[in-house]
């Protein structure tokens, strides 16, 4: 059986982090990171698949370029590609928003997926086979909450992007999904207000906001053969709540 290579951009994230721990063995993981791969490669020690990290700034162009093109000189395609990374979430009004809080936003989540994807699905294409995840939000599925343009907005271009891109790989045996969580408990929230999140998980069915271990169970299932008949669709995870 051929090895999987398995491309997480934004592996250093909880939900990353967790990820790699689950990913089936017999795969070869690329796991991308920003400021400090310590974290990946203390997995070293606990997983059986071998694991590559790599550094790039999404917000430079020229960075992202290059990292793909050593993903694909040295490793290969990758034939799963997860893409997690986002600015940390954080609640500013409209009015004290600016347009480099809404590029840098933009940048790092649906420029670099833009770049990655069109670089790797027209191989992938070629040979008939592939997984695509985009990490969105429970802002995409009903009234999102306020104070959140820029994380909003980047969010519904993703899910567009999705969309797009599953219909129009939908013949060549692609499947591109993406998950929409409501608030998760991670290092992301960590420029967010403690009783924000308190109240939010007060507000929640559950009582309680979501972990780590909610969301990656989906993400692991829309890169196995579990989802071969799973395609341009956004999954919620969000535990009975509908904001």
């Not at 986002?86 to 649906?110: M, P």
């Amino acid at each position: 059986m051929s090895k999987d290579i398995v491309f997480i951009i934004g592996a250093s994230s909880d939900i990353g982090l967790d990820l790699i721990k689950r990913i089936d063995e017999n795969s070869l993981i690329i796991a991308h990171y920003n400021t400090s791969d310590v974290k990946i490669k203390e997995l070293l020690k606990s997983i059986k698949n071998e694991i590559v990290t790599i550094q790039a700034d999404l917000r430079d162009e020229n960075q992202i370029n290059q990292m793909i093109d050593n993903i694909e000189s040295n490793y290969g395609i990758p034939n799963k590609i997860i893409h997690l990374a986002a600015s940390k979430f954080e609640n500013i009004r409209f009015k004290d928003v600016t347009w480099n809080d809404f590029q840098n936003d933009l940048e790092i989540s649906l420029k670099s997926a833009v770049i990655i994807l069109n670089r790797f699905l027209p191989h992938l294409a070629k040979v008939k086979s592939g997984k695509v995840v985009l990490m969105l939000s429970s802002v995409t599925i009903n009234i999102p909450p306020k104070a959140l343009s820029s994380y909003t907005t980047i969010k519904y271009a993703m899910l567009g992007l999705m969309k797009s891109l599953a219909s129009e790989y939908a013949d060549k045996n692609i499947q591109i999904n993406a998950v929409s969580p409501s608030m998760i408990e991670t290092k992301f929230l960590n420029n967010i207000n403690e009783k924000i999140i308190e109240l939010n998980a007060h507000n929640h069915p559950l009582k309680r906001n979501a972990i780590v271990k909610d969301i990656t169970p989906t993400i692991k299932m829309l890169i196995s053969q579990d989802s071969d008949y799973i395609n341009g669709v956004n999954i919620p995870i969000t535990g009975g709540s509908f904001f």
